[in-house]
């Protein structure tokens, strides 16, 4: 018997279509679970970042209503024997430009893409590129 007999195939190094097959559907369940993987892992970042968005902006409406209850009750009161009605507007404005601030800061938030998939959606371009 010689170290050549094909009777015996080697178990280390199976051959043929079925092995080679196998061996690809391995691969692409591999690649699947890692991108399933690196899902999960950014949207729990995503969570992590709308949870921050939602409270920065519970905290903005809640220091914006205080602003409005003793700001504007205490402006009025110290200026309208200098102003008159006219406080009433200019304090208008000043809340206006305080809110629209804070509404720019959570539009900003959201346009330095915390809240996408950025490195799982280049995987999976990358993954299709390669296979087609």
Known sequence: MS????????????????????ALLK???????SRLELAALELGEVRQHLMQLAVV???ALVAFWFAIAFGTAALIYLAWQSMGWTILPVLAAVF??????????????VKQGKLGLPATMAELKADRDMLL
């Open 96 to 109: 206006v430009l305080a809110a629209l601030g804070l509404l720019w800061y959570g539009q900003r938030m």
């Open 27 to 33: 691969s692409c369940i591999r690649l699947l679970l």
């Open 57 to 59: 902006f519970a905290l």
């Open 3 to 22: 170290g050549t007999d094909m009777s015996h195939p080697d178990p280390q190094h199976p051959a043929g279509l079925v092995a080679s097959l196998s």
